[in-house]
């Protein structure tokens, strides 16, 4: 069973570029969520998506939005970036949506704005 | 709103030495909580969790049991080793959790733990 993988691995961008991270999910898991963690911070919850549906959003501006495919693997785009964006994107793969159901993380994208 | 406070760290510890980490939390419904554990370098993994009071999560020797009179959700180990060096993150998701999705995490700032030989 592979777990959850997350692409690339590390990213360079300049101020006002846009990304697109890439995660796929976990076997039989129809629910993705993205995670933004600072230098030592914890993460902080962007959105998530569940059966191609985003399924809640945190505090994040519009110019973070997502997409969920048939198959469950996600991308998060972020437009218009600035200094700030630069942290660790981690991308979570549930069996459901729901409080009780585990999210496993990939390993995340590290990510610097320069 | 809900939260997660944690002890802060860094917390350092010989082997074999007692560990407890520190959780409280804040939630308006009823939370599931959870521990995960940062290696360096890599992403979060499920260290152990609890879905209602009173109930007690455990894994490699780590234990933590859901109080709801205290809201709290305390990590212990009785032995800990080198290799548990690591960050280890309490975080709560809510099942009433409206506006934000059931399944949103929301976690502690994290607390380092170094194990010295």
């Known amino acids: 069973e592979t777990g959850v993988t997350q692409s690339p691995t590390h990213l360079i961008k300049t101020r006002g570029q846009q990304v697109t991270l890439r995660c796929s999910s976990q076997s039989g898991h129809n629910t993705v969520s993205w995670y933004q963690q600072a230098l030592g911070q914890g993460p902080q919850f962007i959105f998530q998506?569940?059966?191609?549906?985003?399924?809640g959003r945190g505090n994040f501006p519009p110019r973070f939005s997502g997409l969920q495919f048939p198959n469950y693997s996600s991308e998060l785009n972020v437009n218009a970036l600035e200094l700030d964006d630069s942290a660790l994107y981690l991308c979570?793969?549930?069996?459901?949506?729901?409080?009780?159901?585990?999210?496993?993380f990939g390993p995340g994208t590290r990510l610097t704005v320069l | 709103g809900n939260s997660v406070t944690q002890m802060e760290g860094p917390v350092t510890l010989s082997e074999e030495a007692f560990l407890t980490i520190n959780c409280t939390y804040t939630?308006?419904?009823?939370?599931?909580l959870f521990w995960y554990v940062q290696y360096p370098g890599e992403g979060l993994q499920l260290l152990l969790k609890?879905?209602?009071?009173?109930d007690k999560g455990s894994n490699k020797g780590f234990e933590a049991t859901y109080r709801k009179e205290t809201t709290s959700f305390h990590l212990e180990k009785g032995s800990v080793q080198v290799s548990d060096s690591a960050v280890y993150f309490c975080?709560?998701?809510?099942?009433?959790?409206?506006?934000?999705?059931?399944?949103?995490?929301?976690f502690g700032k994290g607390t380092k733990l170094s194990v010295k030989p």
């Open positions: 939630a308006t419904g009823y939370p599931s």
């Open positions: 979570a793969s549930s069996l459901g949506g729901g409080a009780t159901d585990t999210q496993y």
């Open positions: 975080a709560l998701s809510d099942r009433t959790n409206y506006g934000g999705s059931q399944g949103n995490l929301i």
């Open positions: 998506y569940y059966r191609e549906e985003e399924n």
């Open positions: 609890a879905t209602k009071a009173d």
